[in-house]
């Protein structure tokens, strides 16, 4: 059975960081491109990819958190960390990771929450 177990989400007070870890088991993917989504508060449908790195490491993100956010992965453990940083009230959301595109096995997601 595939599962996406994201975790080390919390609350974090503005300019703070966080280092968030999604490890996947069922299957390997380390021949996948693997993201991390979010979902804001209001947004119900709404998942923003906010990280992207392909299988060979490349790594890509919106504008919005290039300067802001590191994607990372460890195939041996296939697990995709974020590390977030300068964190704002924004950027609070339910975190997921994923392929990219998209399957249709999400995870709970991690919740962040970026308040003073």
């Known amino acids: 059975q595939v599962q996406l177990v994201e975790s080390g989400g919390g609350l974090v007070q503005p300019g703070g960081s966080l280092r968030l870890s999604c490890v996947a088991s069922?299957?390997?993917?380390?021949?996948?491109?693997m993201g991390w989504y979010r979902q804001a508060p209001g947004k119900q449908r709404e998942r923003e990819l906010i990280a992207r790195i392909s299988s060979r490491g490349s790594v890509n993100y919106p504008d919005s958190v290039k300067d802001q956010f590191a994607i990372s992965r460890d195939a041996a453990k296939n697990t995709v960390y974020l590390h977030m940083f300068r964190l704002k009230p924004e950027d609070t959301a339910v975190y997921y990771c994923?392929?990219?595109?998209?399957?249709?096995?999400w995870g709970q997601g991690t919740q962040v929450t970026v308040s003073s």
């Open positions: 994923n392929t990219v595109p998209p399957n249709d096995n």
């Open positions: 069922g299957r390997d993917f380390s021949g996948n491109d």
